[in-house]
């Protein structure tokens, strides 16, 4: 019974996919979100919190009197809205990659941040690249998304505290149905495996269905 479950469960999931996101591949726009995220999340990182910016009108201050109302500039709107004008310039930093174990296959960012930080160089060997054609998919992919979710990234990331991972990247928003799908997917499998109920296909197999 379980088993029968679980291959309906595939072949639901598998047809929803195609039929509602049948132009966009799964691992491309899944990773081009992922990395949206992964470097808005460092470069925000890498500004002081101290660092203000004025964004209009005013505050009442402790003692009564007047100030002119800061935030901090890390995640302000001006800041963001910079950040998402050159985040998908940062796709030429990302190849395919090929999980040695499950055989899964996303985009992973493969240059280090830090060029004099060699401890933080992978390990290239599962790594496919497809010179720039690939890294052009990437950058339309990011620039695809952006332009379609600026106004709930740049809310989300204002506001800190949110597993922005989570919430844009799984399915929340309709262009994303591929990451929650995908994952989905593959949990199905690893739970059909440990419970006894048997594996109906191969991993890769799985993987096919969606690609």
Known sequence: MASWIVQI?????????????????AALYCSACEAIVDELTHS?????????????????????????KKVPFARSETHLSELLDEVCSSMSDYALYQD???QNKRYKRFAPRDSGDSSNFPDLKNFQFDG???S???KFA??????????????????????????????????FIYCHAYHHIKVHHVQACQSGAGCLMTYAELQRMIA
């Open 9 to 25: 469960t595939v072949m639901v999931l598998s047809a929803f996919i195609h039929g509602t996101q049948s132009r966009r591949d």
């Open 44 to 68: 925000i990182s890498q500004v002081d919190p101290k660092k203000t910016i004025s964004v209009g009108g005013f505050s009442l201050s402790p003692d009564g009197t007047m100030q002119d």
């Open 100 to 102: 040695p174990d499950t």
């Open 132 to 134: 720039p054609e690939a």
């Open 136 to 138: 052009n998919s990437l």
């Open 142 to 175: 990011c620039e695809t998304l952006v332009e379609e979710l600026e106004e709930d990234i740049i809310p989300l990331f204002s506001r800190g505290g949110v597993n922005v991972h989570e919430v844009l990247c799984s399915g929340r928003f309709h262009s």
